[in-house]
């Protein structure tokens, strides 16, 4: 089973930035593409931001100039870095993982357990 850690969510004024980090561990075998998802209250989740395995990113238009996804395929962990928040990116935001064990060789989507982010003064 691939567990996903996430951590560096919080309080944050607006204007102000944020890194989230998402760690994949376990016996995996290869990573595809890996990504972040948001949700706020009474809201769907939303796809905010992906990489695939060669680092083509796609970003939804809302975060797009302010946000910016990577990877270090070495340490298997996907970032996000978030710049000038605004109120409107008050949500719970998840890493999702498509991912290979050696065990179970074909890609299967993980989740990491969901970091807060608040952005408020």
């Known amino acids: 089973q691939v567990q996903l850690v996430e951590s560096g969510g919080g309080l944050v004024q607006p204007g102000g930035s944020l890194r989230l980090s998402c760690a994949a561990s376990?016996?995996?075998?290869?990573?595809?593409?890996m990504a972040w998802y948001r949700q706020a209250p009474g809201k769907e989740r939303d796809l905010v931001a992906s990489?695939?395995?060669?680092?083509?990113?796609n970003y939804a238009d809302s975060v797009k100039g302010r946000f910016t996804i990577s990877r270090d395929n070495a340490k298997n962990t996907v970032y996000l870095q978030m710049n000038s928040l605004q109120s409107e990116d008050t949500a719970v935001y998840y890493c999702?993982?498509?991912?290979?064990?050696?065990?179970?060789?074909?890609?299967?989507?993980?989740w990491g357990q969901g970091a807060q982010v608040t952005v408020s003064s």
């Open positions: 376990g016996s995996i075998l290869s990573i595809n593409t």
């Open positions: 990489i695939t395995s060669g680092g083509g990113t």
């Open positions: 999702k993982v498509d991912a290979a064990e050696y065990k179970r060789p074909w890609f299967m989507s993980y």
